[in-house]
């Protein structure tokens, strides 16, 4: 198929991972709703939505990958909400409207995420019963739910749609809220048509395969000739004969085509002219059941340890043995592994067939820098917190190993910095410092300043975003002694990188959330200590200038301190 799908059909028909870091979302439906919306898997409404029609929305962290995910959860929400299934829609892995669930994988949909479901809607069911007892003035034992409609055996009813308020779902889960009893149940248990396989049989299913989006480039992989084999050359020229090609992207040892349209792309990777360094790493064919043999085990998991198996075996009166060897297989899609990616307005969306889709938002946010956090982390803040995000849901690599090359990072530029001011802004101040009435008894002020406070001004500054390179730069210009310039930088790079790095990997989503009105509320404290600051100069001007001259008695800058 090659029709064009929008992105909520195309949620509704498959798993997708939607990355959304820009600060004003826009466009799509689903986009729009995030900004809204919370994903707090602790909450009815990360999970839930009833339109005042009745409709039911489930927001489900966990995808179908063609086991039926879809329908079972489908049931435990009708069956729990009293409402048809016909009636339940369900999101499934945009990562902009879904709580996040852990990976899909090892019968946890329905272990884990199924129990999560069944107690936001028994949580919203008792809310609605509630909200009916005070509409029809009947006690709330009376009362109950049948087809989405509230009422006792005689009496008025009322659709659910009608007592759903638009604060009724913001609430916490409450683990404690009664559930529907297994004799009760109606839908759960019941065999029911799989929701995905009609689409699958008429070939009307949208697989990742088959989604575009307008104006997408098509990208085909070179391969290596070996899996240890490393790129030495290539020649673009080769394929300059097939229309449409764009690019041939190469970064070190990965070779990719970037075309216009997928046949194009495929060409390109067959015909590209490469030379690839020999390697013959894998043994022979057959040899390669004594290689795996030979392998060595990193390690042995023990699931269960009872009786005493070995002695048993050594006793049997009758002994076989034997070996078995099966197909290696890919634990992988039938089809050809791909994904769709679109950045654009400061927002990178990517959809993919995964079945980690909140990992692997965490995972592409820390490989291009962006902070998947929706406040407004200064750059610095935001690479830290990435890396420590992947760090805290990866563990690929250590908190540690962030912390110290954030910190070191944080140091090589500062000092870079204080090197620029010191070597070339001493010149700039001379030369250019009349215009902002930098007089030479100004210029002594600033030096004695930094000779009292630098250290602090230094330490401090780095955790305000945008004037910690001025504060480098400053020190530079001012001369304050680069020993203790390299004490206080690295005493405050250290602390700023054990608290956001620290922060975000003990507190993920919580630091996400926090990182960006304090980097923000530092800023305007600086701002207004700074303000201060021009206001006490101004009056006490001459003071100052008087102690600037007793500390540094002659021409401007004769020396560091």
Known sequence: MNR?????????????????????????????????????????????????????????????????VLTALTQIVA?????????VAVIQGDTALTPDQGTTSGSFSIQNGGIQLRQAAATARRAILRQASVVLRRDISTLAIRNGVVGAAIGPNLPIGELVTDTMLARDIDKEAPEKAAADYTIVGKPVLRLDIGDKILARFTYMQDFKIPGMLHGRVVRPSGFGATLVSHDTSSIAHIPGIVKVVRIDNFLGIVAETEWSAIRGARQLAVTWS????LPEQDKLWQHVRDTPIVRDDVTSSVGAARAAHAAAPRQLSATYDFAIHTHGSIGPSCAVASFADGKLTCWTASQAVHDLRRQLAAMVAVSESMGVPMPGETALITAALYAGSTHQIGIASVVLV?????????????????????????????????????????????????????????????????????????????????????????????LFGGGAYLFGEQMKRVAGPVSLLLLVAALGLAAAGILFFRHHEKELEQRAEAAFPGPWLQRGF
């Open 4 to 68: 064009m799908i929008d992105r909520r059909s195309l949620l509704q028909a498959t798993g997708a991972l939607v990355v959304t870091f820009s600060l004003t979302p826009s466009g799509a439906e689903a986009q729009s709703a995030s900004a809204a919306k919370t994903v707090s898997p602790d909450r009815v409404d990360g999970f839930l939505a009833i339109g005042t029609d009745g409709k039911v929305t489930v927001y489900s962290g966990k995808v179908d990958l063609g086991t039926g």
């Open 406 to 498: 954030a910190a070191a990072a944080a140091m090589t530029g500062d000092n870079i910095g204080y090197m620029i001011g010191r070597s070339f802004g001493i010149r700039l101040v001379v030369r250019y410092g009349r215009y902002l009435r930098l007089n030479e008894p100004r210029l002594k002020v600033g030096q004695y300043l930094f000779l009292r406070h630098g250290g602090k001004i230094v330490f401090f500054g780095r955790f305000v975003a945008f004037l910690r390179t001025f504060v480098a730069l400053l020190a530079g210009v001012n001369r304050m002694s680069w020993p203790h310039f390299l004490f206080m930088n690295a005493l405050g790079g250290i602390c700023w990188a054990s």
């Open 278 to 281: 020999k390697w013959d790493g």
């Open 79 to 87: 069956e729990e909400l009293d409402v048809p299934m016909s009636d």
